[in-house]
């Protein structure tokens, strides 16, 4: 099936999504993708989590990049494995209460490579939703592979994704990346958030500069372009790109990064029979 037809009658998705198990309460999807690899889509991902449980909401993240995943080295998780309740998978805990489900946490070793195709990294897609017991989120963050192919159908078909947050960097392929993630979410009926540039500037530690390493940002104009809302600018810091590596990135991440972000995702509407309150995320926790 392709993503036309996926959109057509009268503009309801495909009847083909994954069914929740009664373990999984979860009240929002929101995907974070973007239209290539290298732009920084799982610490977006990883910082839009930690922020929203910092808020006091209850946040999951499901790493769908199946092949390169990423999340569980950030969050501390380097040799852990995913656990399992009766025939449901137990997704790993952060020290901080974000619970991750990856293909990372499945393998022996976290340098194990993922030889896996198309329809079996569709069916991984399934058991981390269907499968894995999420219990009470008020988020659930899916952290895209890079591009639009099979796995981004799988997720926007098969999954209940609320919004879409588009990362990308202030290149001349910008344009291009922001065109291909807004069409195929036009083409998939999911709402665009907005958009996020990552490596937007490094500041000068004895100044204080903001320099534009790769040229002058053109994501204004672009989000005007293409009618989406510019959710904020995370700068190269290399202190955070080692947080990353260490594992310490919850402890490190500067608090209010990305606060426009943050807030479009706590205004959306929840499921069907779910409270509709930008701040239930809070009272919940």
């Known amino acids: 099936m392709g993503c036309g037809e996926a959109a057509a009658a009268g503009g309801k998705r495909a009847p083909m999504q994954f069914e929740e198990n009664n373990l999984s309460e979860v009240k929002r999807v929101i995907a974070v993708l973007s239209g290539k690899g290298g732009v920084g889509k799982s610490l977006v991902t990883g910082a ?7 808020g006091g909401a209850k946040v999951g993240i499901l790493d769908a990049d199946i092949t390169g995943p990423s999340i569980p080295k950030m969050m501390g998780m380097s040799g852990r494995h995913a656990g399992a309740l009766g025939k449901l998978l137990l997704p790993e805990i952060s020290a901080h209460g974000i619970k991750v489900m990856s293909s990372n946490l499945l393998l022996e070793h976290e340098t194990d490579p993922v030889l896996w195709r198309g329809p079996v990294i569709a069916g991984a897609i399934r058991q981390f939703w269907s499968e894995t017991s999420w219990g009470p989120l008020d988020y659930l963050l899916v952290d895209m592979p890079p591009g639009t192919g099979d796995v ?15 990362v990308t960097s202030p290149q001349d392929l910008v344009s291009m990346i922001v065109a291909k993630a807004v069409n195929m979410a036009e083409k998939m009926n999911v709402p665009v ?5 990552n490596m937007s500037y490094v500041t000068c530690p004895d100044c204080g500069k903001k320099i534009e390493v790769f040229g002058k940002s053109k994501l204004d104009a672009v989000a005007g ?4 809302d510019v959710l904020g600018c995370v700068p190269i810091d290399p202190a955070l790109a080692a ?27 929840a499921h069907e029979g779910d409270v509709d309150d930008a701040d239930d995320a809070g009272a919940s926790a």
Request: proline content about 5%.
């Open 152 to 166: 981004a159908l799988t997720v926007f078909q098969s999954l209940p994704v609320d919004g879409i947050v588009i």
């Open 193 to 197: 958030l907005g958009v996020v540039e």
């Open 225 to 228: 372009e293409y009618q989406v």
């Open 243 to 269: 947080a990353c590596d260490a594992g310490t990135f919850e402890n490190e991440l500067p608090e209010g990064l990305l606060p426009e972000a943050v807030a479009k995702i706590r205004a959306v509407s």
């Open 48 to 54: 839009l989590a930690v922020e929203l449980a910092r």
